[in-house]
């Protein structure tokens, strides 16, 4: 069974960074493989923040996010990471990363939900706070 770790949560200040890792514990390229990562706030149901596609390398953010994170993949790690700049209180919540053989995660596509993604991490707290 796919197992997802993820890593790299903590406290940031407003306008401060943090990079989230994502490791697999299969080949994402050659099990053709989408990697999301969401989000949940306390009181708040789980959000998509972005997702790539392991296969062809295309990405899909939510609006909120968009311009100040970036989500790449390293296939000889087997490990998505998402790179978040100009965190904001609102950022805050922990973040799961998730793994998809159907999601379809590009530019302009359906928003990211996490009926579509089948395994999980256990998730990793981030924290915005000055």
């Known amino acids: 069974q796919l197992q997802l770790v993820e890593s790299g949560g903590g406290l940031a200040q407003p306008g401060g960074s943090l990079r989230l890792s994502c490791t697999a514990s299969e080949v994402i390229l050659n099990n053709g493989l989408r990697i999301g990562w969401f989000r949940q706030a306390p009181g708040k149901g789980r959000e998509g923040v972005s997702c790539i596609s392991g296969p062809f390398g295309s990405t899909k953010y939510r609006d909120s996010v968009e311009g100040r994170f970036t989500i790449s993949i390293d296939h000889s790690k087997n490990t998505v990471y998402l790179q978040m700049n100009s965190l904001q209180p609102e950022d805050t919540g922990v973040y799961y990363c998730?793994?998809?053989?159907?999601?379809?995660?590009?530019?302009?596509?359906?928003?990211?939900?996490?009926?579509?993604?089948?395994?999980w991490g256990q998730g990793t707290q981030v924290t915005v706070s000055s």
């Open positions: 998730a793994a998809s053989t159907s999601a379809r995660c590009y530019l302009g596509g359906p928003p990211i939900l996490a009926g579509d993604f089948d395994s």
